[in-house]
Structure formats: C-alpha cells, structure tokens
C-alpha cells in the first residue's frame, strides 16, 4: 500500500531535536544539484508526454539508490495543496515546485535529508540539507548520490560547459551550496546590511526565508554562491564555508555586544517575546516568527532557563500555516489560523519563567 | 519592498507571464527607466535573470538571422524572453550569444568541476591530446624539429589507441 506523506513524514518534535555543528547561528547546511536528461527539452519547453517520460524514468531510478531505501515517492498532481505547502514550509521543495502539476514528482528519503525534485525547472534538482554547518559533508554525500545516479541515467553534459541546466546561471557544475542563518543579533545591532553588502560584493547571494525574493522573516537569512561555471564544486564549497563561519564570528560578537552593552534592551526584547506569545489570542505567522526568533536568541544566551532550543525549533515549524493546519486536522483560514496560532503558543509558553539575566562575571 | 537592482525602495512592480510561469520583479525608479520597463513591450526577462545587456546580446549576434534550436524548436526571441533555454542541445545553437554572456556571469567559461565517471576518461584523453597538439605548434614555432617529432609520435601512439578501443 501507497503510503500517505502525512504518515512519512518526521515529526515536528522530532524535527526540532536534529543538531549540528554551530547550531545556535547557522539552521542548516544544504547542497542542490541542477541536472538534465540528454535529448530530452528541459521542462519549461517540454510537452506534458515527455515531462511525464521524465518522471516515468527518474522516480524509479532515484528509488533504487541505497540512500533511499526508505521513501516517499509520488507525483505533484496527487499531493494535496497543503501537503505541498508543508514540504515548501520544511524546505524540501522549492516555492516553484510547489505550484507544479501533472509531470513534476519528488522522491524524499526517510529521515528528510535527501530530496529529489522532478521537473522543476531542471528535470532532476537533487538536494541533500542537514543541520547545522555540514557544507563539506553534504557535498561529499549529494556527489555520492549524484554518481550513483548518473550510472542510471544519461545526463546532459558538455565538455567545455558542464552540466547542461535550464537557465544559464546554473550551467556547469549545476551546484547551489547555501547556509541558512539565524542572525538576530545582527539585525538588533543594525549591522546585518552591511554584512549583506560584503558577502554580494564576494559574488554570493543573500535572501530571505523561502529563498529568491522573500523577506528575511524571523531574523533568517540564507546565504549561497551565485557562480557555477569555471570552479570547481569543492572550491565553491569551501568559499562558502568560509563566508559562513565569518558571519557566525560577527553573530556571535554581536550577541555578546548585545549583552555587555545593551543588556536591558535585549532582555526587553526578549522579555516581550515570551510575553507576546505567552500572553496573546491572535498572531500572526510572520509577528510569531520573529517572537520566536527573539527567544530563541534568549535561550542561546542562556537568558530562560526552561526553555529548551529544541522545542522553539518545533514551534518555528508548527506556528507554519500548513503545518497548523495538519495539527488540526482540518482546513483554516487565515483569521483562524492566527487564533489557533496563539492558541498553540499560549499552551507551549504557560510556565515558562521570564528572563534571567546571567549573574555579574565578578572581578576577582 | 527594495528594488532587486539596487538597494532604493522599489516602485515599480512588474509581472510577466511566460508559458504560464509568474516572474514578479521589483524596481525602482532610475533602475525601471534604465531597463525600458515604462514601456513594457519593450523589456526583456533575460537581461534581469542574466545580466544587464543580456538581451542585446542574444538579439545583436547571429548576424541578423534568426537562430532557431534544430533539436527543440526554441528561437533567439524565447530566449531573450525568457532568459532560459529549450533543452540540452540549444548551448550549441545559442553558443555565440552565449559566450560573452557567460563570462559575465560566471568565473571563467570552461567547466572545471565534476564529471560523470563514464566521460572522464575520454575527457582526460581528449584534454591530453589538445595539449601535445599545442606543445606540437609551439616546439615547431621555436624550430625546436626533434621535440616536434617526438610528439607528433607520441600524437601517432594516441590515434592508435584510440582506434584500438573497444566501442561502449
């Protein structure tokens, strides 16, 4: 028997527990792969027969791959619009994805770290994410898949260009290696534009939350390369790698500015937070993101003792609209959506201690 | 909302519709005007997915005649709309606007990343023999006619067993 994503997929909880190196600052490390079937028009171009063909080949190939061993497989057109939304709000599919029909299809191995995208806008966008800073391992991983996968199907590939991809922005090693970063402490010092500024004058990209032309909700940014062709995958990785750890250093500096100069306006910050969410009937995903977002800067302070990072993390994905509806069990709308928000948050913040500020380093 | 150009608040907020594919693109005022976009018809998805000129470019080479991808179908003008290719075979069809391009937008203009494990070899040959050809040209250019016989056997060794091999 098929079985249902619902019924696949790691719960929020359990979501929430993953951990990796420099979690405080970075969320999570991923790497996508843009690759295209020989002699076959790239999706965009291509008619409804051979976008299916595509799927028909691909699905079954990635399937029997040792790292998939245990999956879910299936189609765009069988997902419903709020399981589609709940892989976008997981980061798993891309918001373009998410709009796809008949042709386009995913294969998402069992602990979610693994996922391929059929028919986007490549015919195969392969991405491997982990938490926390693993950019060096997720590479090492995806190119291992990659290979394995290459052996069942025909890539398109030129010698002097590469990877051959849709867009031309992708071309050559096809290779997007992004962080996504929680920088709060930037933000409160105003200091993130200029940070933003350094990192696209090296050529990288910085976005929002669900990546191209979305806002920074939540105080988190992602950081990836924009240049895929005329280096190799390895030296781009590790350039990000690099950018990276630089701006976890000026995070980290910023929190303990924050700290030394500007205590009570950060215990304010984060006093209102817990306030707001403990105390409010209706919120706002985007107001509850960025409440979240103060706390969880709290908690890595060790500024609400009770509070544990993991179980902030659960709440950053259930206060999600999609997610909040699964909870429920049934369809909300958006007015709704804000009073079981609140809901949710009331009864996970209900005897959660203010703010303790750390005691005086002494001086002797 | 910021202008995706540069960092002044964006005013103008275009939307176009390619094959049924939203693209919504924030401008400002200086940066709208710059593109044309006052008069839509005249603006093009390419030169702001790759780059400023892009679209002169794909239109300017060719030299005056219309390319169109013999595997797909797709024409200079879907290119320049969409700033995307039709498939694989189009970085043939496309590769003179293409070049200059790509050096715009990338690092350099030749791959230096992975490939697939089948092609490595004969990519490593091919990259060999490329390179005893120049060395080849040079040693004659400097006179130097032993070395050049050298390698033109060694050249003579490469075509043997490359005929040699047996078909995948």
Same mark, same amino acid.
């Given at each position: ?19 990796? !190196? ?9 790497? $996508? ?7 076959? !028009?790239?999706?965009? $171009? ?19 791959? !040792?790292?998939?061993? %245990?999956?879910? %497989? ?15 709000? =997981?980061?798993?599919? %891309? $918001? ?15 602990? +979610?770290? /693994? ?15 982990? *938490? ?8 090492? $991983? ?18 002097? &260009? ?5 867009? !031309?922005?992708? /071309?050559?090693?096809?290779? =997007? ?37 979305? +806002? ?38 910023? =929190? ?6 500007? *205590? ?31 706390? =969880? &800067? ?11 990072? %993991? ?12 997610? /909040? ?19 949710? /948050? ?11 500020? *750390? *005691? ?5 | ?19 049924? @594919? ?105 990259? @060999? ?37 047996? @078909?995948?």
């Amino acid at each position: 028997m098929k079985m249902e994503l619902n019924e696949f997929l790691i719960s929020a909880e359990e979501f929430g527990q993953r951990t990796g !190196p420099h979690d405080a600052i970075v969320l999570s490390s991923r790497v $996508r792969l843009a690759r295209n079937i020989v002699g076959i !028009p790239f999706p965009g $171009r291509a008619d409804r027969e051979s976008k299916q063909r595509v799927l028909e080949t691909v699905q079954p190939a990635v399937e029997s791959l !040792p790292e998939m061993k %245990s999956h879910f %497989s299936g189609a765009m057109a069988d997902l419903k619009a709020v399981e589609k939304q709940i892989l976008m709000e =997981r980061h798993l599919i %891309s $918001r373009e994805h998410a709009a796809k029909g008949a042709g386009s299809g995913i294969v998402l191995n069992r602990d +979610e770290t /693994l996922c391929v995208m059929v028919n986007e806008e490549d015919h195969l966008r392969i991405q491997s994410i982990r *938490p926390g800073l693993q950019l060096k391992q997720v590479w090492q $991983r995806i190119d291992k898949f990659d290979s394995e996968l290459e052996a069942k199907i025909g890539y398109a590939f030129s010698d002097k &260009l590469g990877y051959l991809t849709a867009c !031309p922005t992708n /071309l050559g090693t096809g290779i =997007r290696v992004s962080a996504m970063l929680h920088l709060p402490g930037l933000v409160l010092n105003e200091q993130v534009n200029q940070i933003i500024q350094a990192v696209n004058k090296l050529g990288h990209t910085v976005r929002g939350f669900y990546g191209e032309g979305t +806002e920074a909700l939540g105080h988190i940014f992602q950081v990836s390369n924009q240049m895929t062709l005329g280096e190799t995958e390895a030296e781009i990785v590790e350039r990000i790698n690099k950018v990276v750890l630089q701006i976890v250093e000026h995070e980290a500096t910023a =929190r303990r500015t924050l700290l030394e100069k500007k *205590p009570n306006e950060l215990f304010n910050h984060v006093g209102r937070a817990l306030g707001v969410t403990a105390h409010a009937h209706i919120i706002s995903s985007k107001e509850a993101m960025n409440l979240l977002s103060l706390l =969880r &800067l709290g908690i890595s302070m060790n500024l609400m003792p009770g509070l544990e990072r %993991s179980s902030l993390d659960e709440l950053f994905l259930l206060i999600q609209p999609a997610h /909040l509806q699964q909870t429920c069990g049934e369809k909300l709308a958006s007015e709704q959506r804000d009073l079981v928000r609140a809901g949710l /948050l009331r009864k996970r913040m209900k005897g959660v201690k203010g703010v303790k500020p *750390p *005691p005086e380093p002494s001086d002797a | 909302m910021k202008c995706s150009q540069c960092e002044s608040p964006a005013t103008v907020h275009l939307t176009e519709i390619i094959d049924g @594919k939203t693209k919504k693109i924030d401008l400002c005022e200086s940066c709208a005007k710059e593109k044309g976009v006052t008069d839509p018809s005249g603006f093009a998805l390419a030169d702001l997915l790759l780059g400023l000129g892009a679209s002169s470019e794909i239109e300017s080479s060719g030299e005056g005649k219309q390319l169109v991808c013999g595997a797909c179908g797709f024409t200079q003008a879907d290119f320049k709309k969409s700033g995307r290719l039709g498939c694989p075979e189009c970085y043939s069809t496309f590769a003179d606007p293409l070049e200059a391009m790509l050096k715009q937008m990338h690092k350099d203009t030749l791959h230096r990343g992975k490939v697939p494990a089948h092609l490595k070899e004969q990519r490593e040959r091919g990259m @060999k023999r490329a390179d005893l050809q120049m060395q080849l040209e040079e040693s004659i250019k400097a006179e130097n006619y032993e070395l050049a016989a050298q390698i033109r056997d060694q050249l003579k060794q490469f075509a043997v067993s490359t005929a040699s091999r047996p @078909k995948e």
